[in-house]
């Protein structure tokens, strides 16, 4: 998951990181590039938090929709990948039944971005959960 988040700095500050579609994620850096890196641990913890709850994972929104809500624009958007794996408590195998033209079309999708079966899924199953249960 690429969640977007919004950067700026001030002359006698660091770098404040906001991730808007995670309400009280926040993060800040020394750099540009150390913001976006603890960013990323920032969304983590706090998707663990959403998980260790049990309430639903946001899904990321499009930067386009974020700036056209945004009031004052002195910072910049970036996309921090998110690989929702890293807080998944375990991982337990099991057996699916999936039409074989929808595994072609998986196994195609997969190839072509690097990801697995089951990351794919695990991404889809969220996604399907998080716009269902508002």
């Not at 639903?56 to 056209?68: A, G, T």
């Not at 998986?106 to 794919?120: P, Q, V, Y």
């Amino acid at each position: 998951m690429k969640y977007p988040v919004y950067i700026e700095k001030d002359k006698s500050s660091e770098y404040g990181v906001v991730v808007s579609d995670l309400p009280g994620c926040y993060s800040a850096g020394s750099t540009f590039e150390e913001a976006l890196t603890n960013a990323e641990e920032a969304i983590l913890t706090h998707l663990e938090g959403l998980m260790m709850d049990d309430d639903p994972i946001p899904m990321p929104s499009k930067i386009d929709e974020l700036q056209s809500k945004q009031q004052k624009a002195k910072g910049v958007w970036a996309l921090v990948e998110v690989d929702i794996k890293k807080v998944a408590r375990e991982s337990k195998r099991i057996n699916v039944t999936i039409p074989s033209n929808i595994l072609a079309k998986i196994d195609a999708f997969t190839e072509k971005t690097n990801e697995s079966r089951s990351g794919l899924l695990s991404k889809a199953a969220l996604e399907y959960i998080a716009q269902h249960q508002k």
